[in-house]
């Protein structure tokens, strides 16, 4: 059975492309058949975090209008065997394609691969709509800041309507420095609000957007950073893996940060 | 905002002689708690209620209304048997077979059974009668009349839902609302009656709505965005209470109050008594 994940967020640069692209390739080298999908027609990136653009020849929307079959718009990834991504257009707009169609195309694609994980637009609008269209699981990823969260929270109604019950979360860029200064929501602030489970958490770094730029996965990094443990963790749960979450806050657990908690109260 | 200096309470309160927030009850004196999705114990059967089309317009439309009906049949609220059969009251709204195959399947999946289908439009009497429901077609104004109407001062029975109200979700009930779970911030709860949280009230609660000061707002943690009982408005003080406590809004001569639930019941209740 193949696992059609949606990752939604409701707010824009949150990180769901490249946290799409990262599990893409984490679950891929635990042995999988892993399809990516872009779903943000007319403002596609999943092409470019993933290294891919310059292979792009046919986009989704080409299956669709019967120019080409599937097989010849999915672009193989090279460095990681087991990857495809079926590139969304750029030259059109979310409403060139129904829920129906998208529901189509990723039934096609579940045949095939275990994993389809679908890169959704934000927001909450038709293209929301076409990318949780087929989703039987759904991430959400969020930031530790109230906008987020608050918009988080209003796509976990819509996805709990629309019969999507396997709902997980995964809170990126979270800085614990911060934390630890009371100056940013902690892990435990934002579930409070959202109250769906924890899948994972990942730390902000600089590392993620060098890898952005220069469209290699951080996963694939021969040297292993922070956020690419946590990225590989969370393609571990999802293969129902135990793994302890990372004790962000250990390296800002200083004795000062100790006495100032303990005057707070 | 406001200037809450003179205020002593633990929360700022608002009264119609303030020109800032008092607007906000004056543009909509009585709040219209049938506009939503009901779902309502008729004798043997559950009739589950669409609002006229005119309370939800624009396209948006069938996805609101959707999320609303799933809202109340997944909310927990089980006062059905088993394979009750379901009277679906369409009113003015245009469905077609997709729609009502939608309703039915997700009736299903809660063991309730679609039997029948009032309509006053063409369009849905037709698509529900090659479904195979049996279809009731009324004219619009018989409707009108057999429109599940109570007396203003007759509250419905209490509203029960087992969920977390999320962001952008409004739940309107022309009574009290019980709520077990928490009422989150972007989220509201409209009652006629009173309203009870059991768990975090963060976004707006409105108990009252249709005009009665005597309306009380209970959570079991009161950290809210706005209150609002009939006309009264009130907003939290800006930091946080250091304990956490269950707590009652009520309206007092110079508007919202809050007080410790425990202190509330020897205070207000057994006076009264």
């Known amino acids: ?265 | 905002m406001t200037s809450d200096s003179a205020q002593q309470s633990p929360i700022s309160t608002v009264s119609e002689s303030d020109s800032v927030i008092s607007t906000v009850s004056q543009s909509d004196p009585i709040v219209d708690c049938d506009s939503q999705v009901r779902l309502k114990k008729d004798g043997e059967r559950l009739q589950l209620i669409l609002p006229p089309e005119s309370e939800i317009p624009g396209a948006a439309n069938w996805s609101d209304l959707w999320q609303q009906l799933k809202q109340r049949l997944n909310g927990g609220e089980r006062f059905w048997q088993e394979n009750t059969p379901v009277h679906l009251m369409a009113q003015d709204q245009l469905l077609d077979a997709l729609k009502l195959q939608a309703i039915a399947d997700a009736l299903l999946e809660i063991q309730l059974q679609l039997q029948r289908v009032y309509t006053t439009r063409r369009q849905t009497a037709v698509a529900a009668a090659t479904a195979g429901y049996s279809v009731e077609q009324q004219a619009p104004t018989y409707s009108l009349e057999t429109q599940p109407s109570e007396p203003a001062e007759l509250l419905a029975e209490p509203l029960y839902l087992q969920l977390t109200v999320r962001s952008g979700v409004e739940i309107r009930h022309p009574g009290t609302i019980v709520i077990l779970g928490d009422l989150n911030p972007g989220g509201a709860v409209i009652a006629a009656g009173d309203i009870f949280i059991w768990g975090r009230l963060r976004g707006v609660a409105h108990a009252g709505a249709n005009g009665n000061r005597t309306c009380r707002i209970m959570a079991l943690q009161m950290e809210p965005t706005q209150l609002r009982i009939a006309d009264a408005v009130a907003r939290a003080p800006g930091t946080l209470p250091e304990q956490i406590y269950p707590e009652v809004a009520y309206v007092a001569p110079e508007g919202i109050r809050i007080s410790k639930a425990t202190d509330f019941a020897k205070t207000h209740l057994l006076l009264n008594s």
């Open chain 1, 1 to 265: 059975m193949s696992r059609i994940i949606v990752i939604t967020s409701g707010k824009g640069g949150v990180g769901k492309t490249t946290v799409t692209s990262n599990l893409g390739m984490a679950l891929a080298r635990c042995g999988r058949q892993v399809a990516l999908v872009d779903a943000d027609f007319g403002l596609r990136n999943l092409d470019l975090l993933l290294g891919l653009e310059n292979r792009v020849v046919y986009t989704a929307l080409d299956v669709l209008a019967g120019q080409c079959r599937l097989e010849q718009a999915l672009v193989k990834d090279k460095r990681q065997e087991g990857v495809v991504l079926l590139p969304a257009a750029q030259n059109r707009m979310k409403e060139a394609v129904t829920p129906a169609q998208m529901k189509k195309l990723l039934g096609v694609l579940a045949q095939k691969y275990e994993y389809i994980l679908v890169d959704c637009p934000a927001g909450i609008e038709m293209g929301f709509q076409n990318a949780i269209a087929a989703a039987s699981e759904a991430l959400i990823v969020t930031t530790p800041e109230i906008a987020a969260v608050r918009d988080a929270d209003r796509v976990v109604g819509l996805l709990e309507a629309q019969g999507i019950k396997k709902i997980h979360l995964i809170i990126n860029r979270l800085k614990p420095a911060m934390v630890q200064a009371d100056q940013m929501m902690s892990v435990q602030d934002v579930q409070e609000i959202l109250a769906i489970p924890l899948i994972g958490v990942i730390p902000d770094d600089e590392r993620v957007i060098i890898s952005s730029n220069r469209g290699e996965p951080l996963v694939l990094a021969e040297q292993v950073s922070l956020p690419g443990i946590a990225m590989n963790n969370i393609a571990r749960r999802l293969e129902g893996e135990k793994i302890p979450f990372l004790d962000l806050m250990a390296e800002h657990d200083s004795l000062l940060n100790r006495i100032r908690r303990l005057f707070r109260g």
